[in-house]
């Protein structure tokens, strides 16, 4: 089969796919305005407020993605009891998601980021937000949750989407893995610092760059691909990874099945905001792995993918047909 029906194929099975977005949801709310004067009180701007809209965020901006891609995404994760919570649910059913996944508890707090903006340019965030690991109690009510959706849904991959705000544990990993295995579906990972080493037996682990880093505690030169390699294995050994993908900004993608490496240099494009983009390429990724294509073509289109929405101002899903047309004309 040549590469672009292969590839054609895979973008077309993707209408039949449900994937598991597991993580930390969010609202990212934006308040547009105008600032005229300087504050009496202190020497900050006082912006007059034209206008404001909620959005979908976090964990929640992969599931866009996913849809995006002609997938059923189904949303876990636990969000507040509270208005904001509420709202949460409304928007994911106005984007034509399931809230099946979705737990509220009036322990937790629903996440929301602010972004005040005036004139284009971004004057402050507020983040309004509950950071700790879920309770015992809860944390287990989670679990059952995943385990009721698995009972449901016949999911065809798993996406891990860590923000760090606690609805990620060492025990929800663990069980969340042993489960997508018991099923045969590949699990995939976009990491924060707090379970960096927690992620033990997934398929495909995607720090960007910074995140390797931290993660390993080193200090690497960004174009030493053979020094990135190195810690690259190091990773892969330690969490029992099939695949490291460690996403490069300007530089591109590279991933290594612990032997051999691929790097997959950016594409040259007019970049209005990269804000999103490794939300795209995680998805986009899981589709393709969902979809049986090789490690190193999964990687090539995820690349693709995140330079396309970076030529679009604000976090947007991707194009699928403008996608798959790029795809084919650059891969096949």
């Not at 904001?84 to 996440?111: H, P, V, Y």
């Not at 990620?168 to 489960?179: G, K, L, M, S």
Request: glycine share 8%.
């Amino acid at each position: 089969m040549s590469t672009a029906r292969l590839i054609t194929d895979a973008f077309a099975r993707c209408n039949q796919f449900s994937i598991l977005v597991v993580g930390d949801v969010m609202i990212d709310a934006y308040m547009w305005g105008k600032v005229e004067r300087i504050s009496p009180e202190a020497p900050v701007p006082i912006i007059s407020i034209k206008s404001h809209e909620e959005r979908l965020g976090g964990a929640a901006n992969v599931g866009l993605n996913v849809k995006a891609m002609g997938a059923n995404a189904v949303m876990c994760a636990v969000i507040g009891s509270d208005e904001k919570g509420d709202q949460l649910c409304r928007l994911l059913e106005q984007n034509g998601m399931t809230a099946d996944g979705i737990i509220k508890s009036d322990q937790r707090k629903t996440t929301v980021k602010t972004r005040v903006i005036s004139s284009n340019q971004h004057l402050l965030r507020i983040d309004d937000e509950q950071t700790a690991p879920l309770p015992e109690e809860i944390e287990k009510q989670f679990i059952s949750h995943i385990d009721r959706l698995f009972g449901k849904y016949k999911f065809d991959a798993v996406i891990f989407e860590d923000y760090d705000k606690g609805n990620i544990t060492p025990a929800v990993i663990e069980h969340v893995v042993a489960q997508a295995k018991k099923h045969n579906i590949p699990t995939l990972v976009d990491p924060k610092k707090r379970n960096f080493t927690n992620y033990n037996g997934v398929t495909l682990f995607k720090p960007n760059f910074k995140e390797i880093c931290d993660g390993l505690k080193i200090s690497l030169a960004k174009g030493d691909f053979g020094a990135l390699n190195a810690a690259a294995q190091q990773l892969k050994t330690m969490l029992g990874a099939g695949y490291v993908m460690v996403t490069l900004s300007e530089l591109g993608v590279f991933i290594t099945d612990g032997e051999s490496y691929s790097r997959t240099p950016a594409e040259v494009r007019d970049i209005a905001d990269v804000s999103g983009a490794g939300d795209t390429v995680i998805s986009v990724a899981a589709c393709c792995m969902a979809a049986g294509l090789p490690p190193v073509l999964t990687a090539q289109i995820a690349n693709i993918a995140g330079g396309l929405v970076c030529e679009k101002v604000g976090v947007v899903p991707v194009d699928k047909d403008a996608l798959l047309d790029d795809v084919v004309k650059k891969l096949a």
